[in-house]
């Protein structure tokens, strides 16, 4: 099975701005979580979508969204950005129970300037 | 919800020497993973094991979730072994992941 994909893997952007990052699960999975990770907070959790539904939310503004799509590929969005939002973004995808494995892809490595 | 705490924060070995790292939770837990984040950032899973011990080659983990902690062990470590080690885990009715800070491990030629 071809594991977590997400993309794009690197971006530079403005303050202000919006970004879009895309996570494509593992084949069958139906969940997908999306973390911030940053040196001074660590890895975060953001949300977490199951069958197109946010399940699960994190502590984050609302400039901070997401999406899943039917085929469990989910998106999310982060508008005016901050300095701050500069940040590793992790998405990882699993079957959705509690007790089930989660599988990371890559990272988006976001810098705002 | 539930506190993770690991240590060492940080470990510098020599290639060939073995290790102990650990994670204390803050209650009970039904989902507890280790990862491997390499120098590209790329969260590698280790082991899922929310109670007893399991093995995979150089690397074994055992948690005692009676007693709320799990140890990684690392033997014979290599410089590829470099990186930083997360606990993370899971409980109550959903699975939404408690991160521990990290153990950030330097392996040395």
């Known amino acids: 099975k071809a594991g977590v994909t997400q993309t794009p893997r690197y971006l530079i952007k403005t303050r202000g701005q919006q970004v879009t990052l895309s996570c494509s699960p593992i084949?069958?999975?139906?969940?997908v979580s999306w973390y911030q990770q940053t040196p001074g907070q660590g890895l975060q959790f953001l949300f977490e979508?199951?069958?197109?539904?946010?399940?699960n939310k994190g502590n984050f503004p609302g400039r901070f969204s997401g999406r899943q799509f039917s085929n469990s590929r989910s998106e999310m969005n982060v508008s005016t950005l901050e300095l701050g939002d500069s940040a590793l973004y992790l998405c990882?995808?699993?079957?959705?129970?509690?007790?089930?494995?989660?599988?990371f892809g890559p990272g988006t490595r976001l810098t705002v300037l | 919800g539930i506190q993770v705490e690991q240590s060492p924060p940080d470990l510098i070995l020599q290639e060939g020497a073995n290790s102990t790292l650990r994670c204390n939770f803050s209650?009970?837990?039904?989902?507890l993973q280790w990862f491997h984040q390499n120098p590209w950032g790329q969260l590698i899973n280790l082991f899922y094991?929310?109670?007893g011990t399991k093995q995979n080659g150089r690397l074994s983990a055992t948690t005692v979730a009676t007693e709320r902690y799990s140890l990684l062990y690392i033997s014979s470590s290599q410089t590829t072994d470099s990186g930083v080690y997360f606990c993370?885990?899971?409980?109550?009715?959903?699975?939404?992941?408690?991160f521990g800070r990290g153990t950030s491990l330097i392996v040395h030629p």
């Open positions: 979508y199951f069958s197109e539904t946010q399940r």
């Open positions: 993370a885990v899971g409980g109550g009715g959903s699975y939404i992941p408690t």
């Open positions: 990882a995808s699993s079957n959705g129970g509690p007790r089930d494995t989660q599988y």
């Open positions: 084949s069958g999975h139906r969940s």
């Open positions: 209650d009970s837990v039904n989902n």
């Open positions: 094991i929310p109670s």
